[in-house]
């Protein structure tokens, strides 16, 4: 059966066959690069709209539905538009940074790519310390941000990044609190490790309530953490205008664009490989025809059909709840979340300890 | 007490924002509640809300009579100057002086449809229309002469 291990497994063959190993390994650094680009324009293009049409249908509206069939190519065309704009540099703002604060927020995004596992035995760089290195570089983006807003020279900008500051810098805590209850769990930091444990279950499954407790802890630290409603004031176009990219146009903006939608992706991601399974399909304890019937479904698409559910829901709590004031935001963290992930992450401790999760 | 009413806050929370999902879920789902109306696409079959303010008109039986007396009480309560009412005294077979509207000119183009007209109105002569497709090359085709040439008023309003 053809599966997209196999495939690269066939890439590199060929490729070490052809210009031996050294240049062999540089072709394939292009290729990944190439695909990890690919992907986000893909990306860019299937979240944009997705978040149209369920904007739309949840405020009982219908959505782009004019360019081409059904308005599938309504992101298309923007990208056209976007891609013709002019990139318009203020007069006041620092250039230099200006212009590189849309790349640093895309290369925060796109270093978070490579622990991830798109399918079986696919898999860019399976570090021994993928967790870690997922925590430590998703606390990046915010520096594209804060640079965006300081060299903007505009209230509003600076206003809005030093927000997503705050904001980012406290539901850290929490997201790495309920990452954490997942590794003491399984007992290892790689990602592969981590999918391979789910096995037989689902860790959302496996681990009774702290896990759960766990997964929305997580959810609601990782809306907040890509800077989306209930938690966007670092946008907050009803006070700051745009926020952090008021001053920001064309292609620059784009960028700035992709890579909040790109950020979705992958803590959506982050979250479906540590909660329910990356990859893993669905197994039931001993119903081996059940199991048999979901190992047919390739992982890809399980892979991907988990990461599309938690961005659903993430578009889904963007479209039903109000946003939060500054003040409330850091109640939320620092009163609630925080507190609860710690008695958590006690919990799943214990139940760790005692291998109650089966 | 205190964790009490923490754990309380929590559950309280989590309620109403499940409630408020439920919602937009049931919106999700029922495609059939879409309020949008593709608007040139449908135009034979547009349906307005009954309350729709157009423009104002001035109704007419099948014998062309309409029921205003000329009183002027829309044009006193309109705030920006619509509404224009020309008066003429009819004489009755009797013999008698009676005041009638000459010519009720409304100004489509100062009209706010605010309504204050039609709520002053106390024969209920004039009413909102739902036509919505204004636009003209003229200004001059927007002032309109509400009465039909050679109507008159109904009988028995007074």
Redesign the interface.
């Known amino acids: 059966m053809w599966s997209l291990s196999k495939i690269s497994g066939l890439i590199d063959h060929w490729l070490n066959g052809k210009l031996g190993s050294g240049w062999a390994s540089v072709a394939e650094m292009v290729i990944v690069g190439l695909c990890v680009i690919g992907l986000f324009a893909i990306l860019g293009l299937v979240l944009v709209l997705m978040e149209r049409k369920?904007s739309a249908?949840?405020?009982?509206?219908?959505g782009p539905n004019r360019v081409g069939p059904k308005g599938l190519l309504q992101s298309l065309a923007d990208t056209l538009k976007l891609l013709v704009k002019e990139g318009l540099t203020p007069d006041g703002a620092d250039k230099f940074l200006f212009n590189l604060a849309p790349f640093v927020a895309m290369i925060a995004a796109m270093l978070l790519m490579a622990p991830i596992a798109f399918a079986k035995d696919f898999q860019i760089w399976d570090v021994n310390i993928g967790v870690l290195y997922i925590t430590a570089i998703s606390s990046i983006s915010v520096i594209g941000i804060l640079m965006a807003g300081w060299s903007s020279n505009n209230k509003y900008s600076l206003l809005g990044a030093m927000r997503s500051g705050a904001q980012i810098v406290s539901y850290e805590l929490s997201a790495g609190l309920s990452i954490l209850s997942i590794v003491v769990l399984t007992g290892s930091l790689k990602v592969s490790d981590i999918i391979a444990a789910q096995q037989n279950g689902w860790w959302i499954f496996k681990g009774h309530v702290p896990a759960l407790i766990a997964f929305v802890i997580f959810i609601i630290a990782a809306t907040a953490e890509t800077n989306r409603a209930p938690f966007d004031l670092a946008e907050a176009e009803s006070e700051l205008t745009a926020g952090f990219h008021t001053e920001y146009s064309g292609m620059k903006f784009a960028l700035f664009f992709l890579a909040e939608y790109v950020n979705v992706f992958i803590v959506c991601a982050i979250g479906a490989t540590l909660f329910l399974g990356g990859w893993m399909p669905f197994h039931i304890g001993s119903w081996e025809g059940f199991n048999h019937i979901m190992d047919y479904i390739p992982s890809s698409i399980w892979f991907f059909g988990k990461t599309f559910f938690l961005i659903f829901l993430i578009m889904?709590?963007r479209?039903?709840?109000p946003r939060l004031r500054i003040d409330q935001l850091l109640n939320l963290e620092w009163k609630?979340l925080l507190p609860?992930g710690m008695v958590n992450i006690i919990l799943v401790t214990i139940v760790a300890i005692k291998g109650w999760h089966f | 007490m205190f964790l009490v009413d923490y754990l309380k806050d929590i559950t309280g929370a989590i309620k109403s924002l499940l409630t408020g999902m439920r919602r937009t879920g049931y919106y999700f789902t029922h495609h059939k509640e879409i309020i949008t109306q593709q608007y040139p696409d449908n135009r034979d079959t547009l349906k307005l809300p009954e309350r729709f303010r157009g423009e104002v008109v001035m109704s007419h039986n099948e014998s062309n009579e309409h029921r205003c007396t000329g009183c002027t009480a829309c044009e006193l309560a309109c705030p920006n100057g619509t509404i224009k009412v020309v008066t003429k005294f009819d004489i009755s077979p009797e013999g008698k002086k009676k005041k009638a509207v000459d010519k009720f000119i409304y100004h489509l183009e100062l009209c706010t449809m605010c309504n204050l007209c039609i709520e002053a109105c106390p024969t209920d002569a004039i009413r909102m229309a739902q036509s919505f497709e204004h636009s003209v090359y003229d200004r001059a085709e927007l002032t309109k002469v509400l009465n039909k040439p050679g109507s008159k008023i109904e009988e028995g309003v007074e």
């Open positions: 369920v249908w949840m405020q009982i509206r219908l889904w709590f479209w039903t709840f609630y609860i």
